[in-house]
Protein backbone atom coordinates (compact mmCIF):
# COMPACT_ATOMS: atom_id res chain seq x y z
CA UNK A 1 0.00 0.00 0.00
CA UNK A 2 2.88 2.29 1.07
CA UNK A 3 4.78 1.35 -2.20
CA UNK A 4 2.24 2.48 -4.22
CA UNK A 5 1.12 5.51 -2.20
CA UNK A 6 4.88 6.86 -2.97
CA UNK A 7 5.05 5.85 -6.65
CA UNK A 8 1.95 7.91 -6.85
CA UNK A 9 3.72 11.20 -5.48
CA UNK A 10 6.34 10.57 -7.37
CA UNK A 11 4.09 10.62 -10.55
CA UNK A 12 2.47 13.47 -9.44
CA UNK A 13 5.58 15.56 -9.02
CA UNK A 14 6.73 14.94 -12.39
CA UNK A 15 3.65 16.06 -14.00
CA UNK A 16 4.19 18.62 -12.17
CA UNK A 17 7.61 19.45 -13.18
CA UNK A 18 6.68 19.07 -16.98
CA UNK A 19 3.76 21.17 -16.53
CA UNK A 20 6.49 23.53 -14.96
CA UNK A 21 9.43 23.31 -17.69
CA UNK A 22 6.65 23.55 -21.04
CA UNK A 23 5.28 26.95 -19.05
CA UNK A 24 8.97 28.21 -19.04
CA UNK A 25 9.30 27.19 -22.62
CA UNK A 26 6.23 28.90 -23.78
CA UNK A 27 6.61 32.07 -22.00
CA UNK A 28 10.98 32.68 -23.29
CA UNK A 29 13.89 32.23 -20.95
CA UNK A 30 13.88 33.52 -17.49
CA UNK A 31 14.29 37.42 -16.68
CA UNK A 32 17.50 36.75 -15.50
CA UNK A 33 19.15 34.92 -18.54
CA UNK A 34 17.02 38.22 -20.85
CA UNK A 35 18.58 40.30 -18.50
CA UNK A 36 22.28 38.82 -19.21
CA UNK A 37 21.73 39.09 -23.02
CA UNK A 38 20.90 42.90 -22.37
CA UNK A 39 23.94 43.59 -20.27
CA UNK A 40 26.96 45.25 -20.92
CA UNK A 41 29.69 42.22 -21.76
CA UNK A 42 32.70 43.60 -19.16
CA UNK A 43 36.76 41.70 -19.08
CA UNK A 44 38.52 42.36 -16.05
CA UNK A 45 42.40 42.50 -16.84
CA UNK A 46 44.59 42.84 -13.81
CA UNK A 47 47.93 43.26 -14.41
CA UNK A 48 49.82 42.04 -11.65
CA UNK A 49 47.21 43.03 -8.93
CA UNK A 50 45.47 41.09 -6.53
CA UNK A 51 41.97 42.40 -7.45
CA UNK A 52 39.81 39.18 -6.09
CA UNK A 53 37.93 38.49 -9.03
CA UNK A 54 35.29 36.58 -7.50
CA UNK A 55 34.49 39.47 -5.07
CA UNK A 56 34.07 41.99 -8.04
CA UNK A 57 31.05 39.18 -9.67
CA UNK A 58 29.92 39.31 -6.94
CA UNK A 59 29.37 42.97 -6.11
CA UNK A 60 29.17 44.35 -9.32
CA UNK A 61 26.21 41.69 -10.87
CA UNK A 62 24.52 44.15 -13.10
CA UNK A 63 26.74 43.31 -15.71
CA UNK A 64 27.76 39.98 -17.80
CA UNK A 65 31.53 39.07 -17.52
CA UNK A 66 33.26 37.21 -20.03
CA UNK A 67 36.59 35.82 -19.98
CA UNK A 68 37.83 36.94 -23.52
CA UNK A 69 38.80 40.64 -24.34
CA UNK A 70 37.18 39.69 -27.78
CA UNK A 71 33.83 39.23 -26.63
CA UNK A 72 33.80 42.20 -24.22
CA UNK A 73 31.99 45.65 -25.11
CA UNK A 74 34.18 46.79 -22.50
CA UNK A 75 38.06 45.96 -20.97
CA UNK A 76 38.92 47.23 -17.84
CA UNK A 77 42.51 46.99 -17.44
CA UNK A 78 43.88 47.42 -13.95
CA UNK A 79 47.32 48.25 -13.01
CA UNK A 80 49.44 49.44 -9.83
CA UNK A 81 51.85 51.45 -8.73
CA UNK A 82 53.53 52.08 -5.44
CA UNK A 83 53.36 55.72 -4.14
CA UNK A 84 56.03 57.90 -2.45
CA UNK A 85 54.57 56.75 1.36
CA UNK A 86 54.58 52.90 0.60
CA UNK A 87 50.79 53.39 -0.42
CA UNK A 88 49.52 52.24 -3.72
CA UNK A 89 47.78 54.11 -6.59
CA UNK A 90 45.13 51.82 -8.37
CA UNK A 91 44.42 52.89 -11.73
CA UNK A 92 41.53 51.27 -13.70
CA UNK A 93 41.49 52.17 -17.53
CA UNK A 94 38.45 51.68 -19.43
CA UNK A 95 38.88 50.90 -23.10
CA UNK A 96 35.11 50.95 -25.43
CA UNK A 97 34.73 48.31 -27.83
CA UNK A 98 32.07 47.38 -30.52
CA UNK A 99 29.42 50.19 -30.70
CA UNK A 100 31.67 52.01 -27.45
CA UNK A 101 34.99 51.92 -29.65
CA UNK A 102 37.30 55.17 -29.07
CA UNK A 103 35.28 56.09 -25.53
CA UNK A 104 37.72 55.49 -22.88
CA UNK A 105 38.17 56.18 -19.68
CA UNK A 106 40.78 56.38 -16.89
CA UNK A 107 39.81 56.22 -13.19
CA UNK A 108 42.88 56.03 -10.48
CA UNK A 109 42.12 55.54 -6.51
CA UNK A 110 45.16 55.81 -4.03
CA UNK A 111 45.52 53.69 -0.77
CA UNK A 112 47.33 54.56 2.43
CA UNK A 113 50.43 51.77 3.43
CA UNK A 114 49.68 48.36 4.50
CA UNK A 115 46.06 48.54 3.00
CA UNK A 116 43.80 45.34 3.92
CA UNK A 117 43.00 42.72 0.89
CA UNK A 118 38.79 43.76 1.51
CA UNK A 119 40.16 47.56 1.69
CA UNK A 120 41.91 46.93 -1.86
CA UNK A 121 39.26 44.85 -3.16
CA UNK A 122 36.28 47.41 -1.91
CA UNK A 123 38.22 50.13 -3.71
CA UNK A 124 38.32 48.61 -7.01
CA UNK A 125 34.76 47.73 -6.96
CA UNK A 126 34.08 51.33 -6.51
CA UNK A 127 36.03 52.35 -9.34
CA UNK A 128 34.50 49.55 -11.43
CA UNK A 129 31.20 50.73 -10.34
CA UNK A 130 31.89 54.46 -11.20
CA UNK A 131 33.82 53.68 -14.74
CA UNK A 132 31.19 51.45 -15.95
CA UNK A 133 27.86 53.54 -15.58
CA UNK A 134 28.75 55.44 -18.73
CA UNK A 135 28.48 52.74 -20.91
CA UNK A 136 25.75 50.84 -19.08
CA UNK A 137 23.85 54.08 -19.40
CA UNK A 138 23.54 53.32 -23.33
CA UNK A 139 22.36 49.66 -22.86
CA UNK A 140 18.78 48.59 -22.39
CA UNK A 141 19.07 48.03 -18.80
CA UNK A 142 20.73 51.87 -18.82
CA UNK A 143 16.82 53.16 -17.00
CA UNK A 144 17.38 50.43 -14.53
CA UNK A 145 20.14 52.84 -12.93
CA UNK A 146 19.59 54.86 -9.68
CA UNK A 147 23.08 56.95 -8.29
CA UNK A 148 23.40 57.87 -4.86
CA UNK A 149 26.04 60.30 -3.73
CA UNK A 150 27.49 60.34 -0.17
CA UNK A 151 27.72 64.11 0.98
CA UNK A 152 30.90 64.63 2.75
CA UNK A 153 30.12 65.45 6.39
CA UNK A 154 30.29 69.46 7.31
CA UNK A 155 33.77 70.62 8.63
CA UNK A 156 35.30 73.91 10.14
CA UNK A 157 37.37 75.63 7.26
CA UNK A 158 41.12 74.85 8.33
CA UNK A 159 44.21 75.32 7.39
CA UNK A 160 46.47 72.48 5.67
CA UNK A 161 48.03 70.74 8.67
CA UNK A 162 51.72 70.32 8.76
CA UNK A 163 53.44 66.97 7.88
CA UNK A 164 55.61 66.55 10.52
CA UNK A 165 57.55 63.85 8.59
CA UNK A 166 58.24 66.29 5.79
CA UNK A 167 57.13 63.65 3.59
CA UNK A 168 59.61 60.37 4.97
CA UNK A 169 58.17 57.44 5.23
CA UNK A 170 59.92 54.56 7.19
CA UNK A 171 60.06 50.63 7.06
CA UNK A 172 61.34 47.63 8.73
CA UNK A 173 61.07 44.52 8.29
CA UNK A 174 62.87 41.16 10.10
CA UNK A 175 62.15 37.60 9.51
CA UNK A 176 63.73 34.06 9.94
CA UNK A 177 63.27 30.69 8.76
CA UNK A 178 64.09 27.05 9.59
CA UNK A 179 64.00 23.76 7.48
CA UNK A 180 65.23 20.61 8.04
CA UNK A 181 65.16 16.73 8.24
CA UNK A 182 67.77 14.20 9.87
CA UNK A 183 70.42 14.76 7.69
CA UNK A 184 70.10 18.83 6.44
CA UNK A 185 69.60 21.64 8.15
CA UNK A 186 69.57 25.49 7.24
CA UNK A 187 68.46 28.44 9.46
CA UNK A 188 68.73 31.98 8.27
CA UNK A 189 67.74 35.73 9.57
CA UNK A 190 67.02 38.81 7.12
CA UNK A 191 66.30 42.25 8.42
CA UNK A 192 65.40 45.51 6.43
CA UNK A 193 64.92 49.30 6.97
CA UNK A 194 63.96 51.55 4.41
CA UNK A 195 63.53 55.24 4.30
CA UNK A 196 61.81 56.83 1.38
CA UNK A 197 60.96 60.60 0.51
CA UNK A 198 58.73 61.17 -2.92
CA UNK A 199 57.43 64.33 -4.23
CA UNK A 200 56.97 65.30 -8.05
CA UNK A 201 60.39 66.90 -8.05
CA UNK A 202 62.48 64.95 -5.91
CA UNK A 203 62.32 61.24 -5.01
CA UNK A 204 64.81 59.53 -2.17
CA UNK A 205 65.36 55.96 -1.14
CA UNK A 206 67.78 54.45 1.00
CA UNK A 207 67.68 51.01 2.19
CA UNK A 208 69.65 48.27 4.72
CA UNK A 209 69.40 44.53 4.30
CA UNK A 210 71.13 42.38 5.94
CA UNK A 211 70.99 38.39 6.16
CA UNK A 212 72.66 35.37 8.20
CA UNK A 213 72.67 32.12 7.54
CA UNK A 214 74.07 28.60 8.89
CA UNK A 215 73.82 25.58 7.07
CA UNK A 216 74.02 21.40 7.78
CA UNK A 217 74.75 18.48 5.78
CA UNK A 218 75.44 15.16 7.03
CA UNK A 219 77.05 13.35 3.97
CA UNK A 220 77.60 9.85 6.05
CA UNK A 221 80.98 8.30 5.01
CA UNK A 222 82.12 11.54 3.80
CA UNK A 223 81.42 13.40 7.26
CA UNK A 224 79.07 15.89 8.32
CA UNK A 225 79.52 19.97 7.23
CA UNK A 226 78.53 22.71 8.76
CA UNK A 227 79.07 26.40 6.90
CA UNK A 228 78.09 29.84 7.36
CA UNK A 229 77.31 32.47 5.50
CA UNK A 230 76.15 36.49 5.75
CA UNK A 231 75.36 39.71 3.47
CA UNK A 232 74.78 42.95 4.50
CA UNK A 233 74.29 46.18 1.99
CA UNK A 234 73.19 49.86 1.84
CA UNK A 235 71.47 51.30 -0.87
CA UNK A 236 70.56 55.30 -1.49
CA UNK A 237 69.06 56.52 -5.08
CA UNK A 238 68.81 60.39 -5.18
CA UNK A 239 66.48 61.55 -8.28
CA UNK A 240 65.64 64.96 -9.58
CA UNK A 241 62.46 64.82 -12.45
CA UNK A 242 63.80 66.81 -15.06
CA UNK A 243 60.25 67.79 -17.68
CA UNK A 244 57.91 64.68 -18.37
CA UNK A 245 61.05 62.45 -20.19
CA UNK A 246 64.36 63.06 -18.19
CA UNK A 247 65.63 62.06 -14.62
CA UNK A 248 69.01 62.91 -12.89
CA UNK A 249 70.57 60.86 -10.71
CA UNK A 250 73.00 59.32 -8.18
CA UNK A 251 73.07 55.90 -6.39
CA UNK A 252 75.83 54.89 -3.77
CA UNK A 253 75.75 51.57 -2.56
CA UNK A 254 78.24 49.36 -0.15
CA UNK A 255 78.07 45.67 -0.19
CA UNK A 256 79.49 43.01 1.94
CA UNK A 257 79.12 39.51 1.17
CA UNK A 258 80.87 36.27 2.25
CA UNK A 259 79.31 34.35 -1.22
CA UNK A 260 81.02 36.78 -3.17
CA UNK A 261 84.28 37.34 -1.38
CA UNK A 262 83.46 40.94 -0.90
CA UNK A 263 84.89 42.82 2.62
CA UNK A 264 83.30 45.85 1.55
CA UNK A 265 82.83 47.18 -2.09
CA UNK A 266 81.48 51.09 -2.20
CA UNK A 267 80.01 51.93 -5.78
CA UNK A 268 79.18 56.03 -6.22
CA UNK A 269 78.16 56.88 -9.81
CA UNK A 270 75.62 59.71 -10.99
CA UNK A 271 73.17 58.36 -13.86
CA UNK A 272 70.60 59.93 -16.44
CA UNK A 273 67.11 58.32 -17.85
CA UNK A 274 65.43 59.08 -21.25
CA UNK A 275 61.52 57.98 -20.97
CA UNK A 276 60.43 57.83 -24.54
CA UNK A 277 56.91 58.05 -23.18
CA UNK A 278 56.13 60.39 -20.07
CA UNK A 279 56.42 59.80 -17.10
CA UNK A 280 52.90 60.22 -16.30
CA UNK A 281 52.09 56.96 -18.43
CA UNK A 282 54.18 54.61 -16.41
CA UNK A 283 51.65 52.35 -15.29
CA UNK A 284 50.59 51.17 -18.90
CA UNK A 285 54.00 51.63 -20.65
CA UNK A 286 57.67 52.87 -20.08
CA UNK A 287 60.74 52.85 -22.63
CA UNK A 288 63.44 54.23 -20.61
CA UNK A 289 67.22 54.37 -21.47
CA UNK A 290 69.61 55.07 -18.26
CA UNK A 291 73.35 55.82 -18.45
CA UNK A 292 76.00 55.42 -15.34
CA UNK A 293 79.41 56.54 -14.83
CA UNK A 294 80.76 55.31 -11.41
CA UNK A 295 83.66 54.67 -9.46
CA UNK A 296 84.28 51.63 -7.13
CA UNK A 297 86.46 50.29 -3.98
CA UNK A 298 86.13 46.81 -3.69
CA UNK A 299 87.86 44.80 -0.45
CA UNK A 300 88.18 41.07 -0.61
CA UNK A 301 88.16 38.58 2.07
CA UNK A 302 90.72 36.30 0.45
CA UNK A 303 93.31 36.78 -1.76
CA UNK A 304 91.54 36.72 -5.38
CA UNK A 305 92.57 35.36 -8.48
CA UNK A 306 94.32 37.97 -10.42
CA UNK A 307 96.36 38.07 -6.81
CA UNK A 308 94.96 41.32 -5.20
CA UNK A 309 92.89 41.95 -1.83
CA UNK A 310 91.67 45.22 -2.84
CA UNK A 311 91.21 47.69 -5.89
CA UNK A 312 89.73 50.90 -6.95
CA UNK A 313 87.89 50.79 -10.50
CA UNK A 314 86.01 53.65 -12.80
CA UNK A 315 82.98 51.48 -14.94
CA UNK A 316 80.32 52.64 -17.12
CA UNK A 317 76.38 50.96 -17.18
CA UNK A 318 73.77 51.08 -19.70
CA UNK A 319 70.38 49.93 -19.20
CA UNK A 320 67.19 49.74 -21.72
CA UNK A 321 63.55 48.68 -19.89
CA UNK A 322 60.79 48.30 -21.84
CA UNK A 323 57.52 47.76 -19.99
CA UNK A 324 53.86 47.43 -21.18
CA UNK A 325 50.41 46.93 -20.03
CA UNK A 326 47.89 46.52 -22.71
CA UNK A 327 44.53 44.78 -23.63
CA UNK A 328 46.45 42.22 -25.83
CA UNK A 329 49.15 41.10 -22.84
CA UNK A 330 52.00 42.77 -21.05
CA UNK A 331 55.90 42.70 -21.89
CA UNK A 332 58.39 43.32 -19.82
CA UNK A 333 62.18 43.35 -20.84
CA UNK A 334 65.70 44.89 -20.22
CA UNK A 335 68.97 45.06 -21.66
CA UNK A 336 71.61 45.85 -19.29
CA UNK A 337 75.50 46.74 -20.13
CA UNK A 338 78.54 47.38 -18.27
CA UNK A 339 82.41 47.30 -18.19
CA UNK A 340 85.30 48.82 -16.56
CA UNK A 341 87.33 51.40 -18.27
CA UNK A 342 90.60 50.86 -17.51
CA UNK A 343 89.87 47.24 -18.41
CA UNK A 344 87.23 46.57 -21.47
CA UNK A 345 87.49 43.29 -21.60
CA UNK A 346 86.02 42.71 -18.22
CA UNK A 347 82.58 43.08 -18.63
CA UNK A 348 79.12 42.22 -18.33
CA UNK A 349 75.66 41.48 -20.23
CA UNK A 350 72.36 40.90 -18.92
CA UNK A 351 69.36 40.52 -20.90
CA UNK A 352 65.26 39.91 -19.02
CA UNK A 353 62.14 39.38 -20.52
CA UNK A 354 58.57 38.56 -19.55
CA UNK A 355 55.59 37.89 -21.85
CA UNK A 356 51.72 37.33 -21.73
CA UNK A 357 50.87 38.21 -25.16
CA UNK A 358 47.12 37.10 -26.46
CA UNK A 359 47.42 36.27 -29.67
CA UNK A 360 44.13 35.40 -30.73
CA UNK A 361 40.98 34.22 -29.37
CA UNK A 362 41.64 32.01 -25.95
CA UNK A 363 45.04 31.40 -27.07
CA UNK A 364 48.28 33.38 -25.09
CA UNK A 365 51.86 33.33 -25.26
CA UNK A 366 53.75 33.08 -22.38
CA UNK A 367 57.75 33.48 -21.81
CA UNK A 368 59.67 33.84 -19.46
CA UNK A 369 63.55 34.17 -19.70
CA UNK A 370 66.82 35.76 -19.05
CA UNK A 371 70.49 35.71 -19.68
CA UNK A 372 73.92 37.02 -18.63
CA UNK A 373 76.83 37.03 -19.77
CA UNK A 374 79.80 37.40 -17.38
CA UNK A 375 83.82 38.32 -17.87
CA UNK A 376 84.09 40.37 -14.68
CA UNK A 377 84.79 38.03 -11.99
CA UNK A 378 87.34 39.68 -9.92
CA UNK A 379 86.21 39.04 -6.65
CA UNK A 380 86.81 35.10 -7.15
CA UNK A 381 89.62 33.36 -4.26
CA UNK A 382 92.57 32.25 -5.77
CA UNK A 383 92.40 28.63 -3.92
CA UNK A 384 89.96 26.12 -4.31
CA UNK A 385 86.14 25.80 -3.01
CA UNK A 386 85.51 23.28 -0.22
CA UNK A 387 83.38 20.38 -0.28
CA UNK A 388 81.37 21.67 2.30
CA UNK A 389 81.19 25.13 -0.04
CA UNK A 390 79.99 23.42 -3.36
CA UNK A 391 77.60 21.46 -1.37
CA UNK A 392 76.29 24.49 0.85
CA UNK A 393 76.44 26.59 -2.59
CA UNK A 394 78.09 28.97 0.05
CA UNK A 395 80.87 30.81 -2.48
CA UNK A 396 80.15 32.04 -5.97
CA UNK A 397 82.09 29.81 -9.12
CA UNK A 398 83.70 30.31 -11.89
CA UNK A 399 81.44 30.83 -15.37
CA UNK A 400 81.29 32.62 -18.50
CA UNK A 401 77.70 32.73 -18.77
CA UNK A 402 74.01 32.01 -17.12
CA UNK A 403 70.84 31.28 -18.51
CA UNK A 404 66.79 30.60 -17.46
CA UNK A 405 63.93 30.10 -19.46
CA UNK A 406 60.71 28.72 -19.93
CA UNK A 407 57.87 28.83 -22.19
CA UNK A 408 54.33 28.04 -22.79
CA UNK A 409 51.29 28.26 -24.63
CA UNK A 410 47.64 29.02 -23.01
CA UNK A 411 44.42 27.71 -24.35
CA UNK A 412 40.59 28.88 -23.51
CA UNK A 413 37.85 27.66 -24.99
CA UNK A 414 34.34 26.92 -23.71
CA UNK A 415 31.09 29.59 -22.97
CA UNK A 416 32.33 32.69 -23.27
CA UNK A 417 30.43 33.95 -20.01
CA UNK A 418 32.66 34.12 -16.76
CA UNK A 419 29.65 35.62 -14.08
CA UNK A 420 29.15 32.54 -11.82
CA UNK A 421 30.95 32.71 -8.55
CA UNK A 422 30.97 28.76 -6.23
CA UNK A 423 33.24 28.76 -3.57
CA UNK A 424 32.78 25.81 -2.13
CA UNK A 425 35.42 23.10 -1.07
CA UNK A 426 37.83 25.98 -2.05
CA UNK A 427 40.28 25.23 0.56
CA UNK A 428 40.63 21.56 0.68
CA UNK A 429 42.53 19.32 -1.24
CA UNK A 430 39.92 17.28 -2.30
CA UNK A 431 41.86 14.21 -1.37
CA UNK A 432 44.92 14.67 -3.23
CA UNK A 433 47.36 12.51 -2.08
CA UNK A 434 51.18 13.82 -2.22
CA UNK A 435 53.33 10.90 -3.21
CA UNK A 436 57.26 11.43 -3.20
Known amino acids: MRARILRGLILVAAVALTKSATAHAQDGPPAQERDRAEALRVFVDCRGVECDEDYLRTKIDVVTYVRDRHDAQVTVLITMEETGSLGAEYTARFIGQEEFAGE ?81 SLASLNASLSADRTSEDWKINTSIQGGYSKGRIDAGAAGEFTTLQHSYAFDALVVRSVGGHWSLGARTTLTSSTFLNQSLTTRVGPAVEYNV ?158 IQ
Request: glycine letters at 8%; charged letters at 20%; zero cysteines.
Open 277 to 434: FRYADATRRQLTVQYSVGVTALDYIEETIFGRMSQRLVDERVLATLVLKQPWGSISTSLEGSHFLNDLGKRRGIGFTSMDVRLFRGLSLLVFGGFELVSDQLFLPRRDASTEELLLQQREQATSFRYFSSIGISYTFGSRFADVVNSRFAGSSAGTNI
Open 104 to 184: DDTLRSVLPPAQTQDELRTTLADLLKRGLVRYMNHTRLGDRIRISFAAPAAAPASRPQRDPWNHWVFSTTINGSATGERST
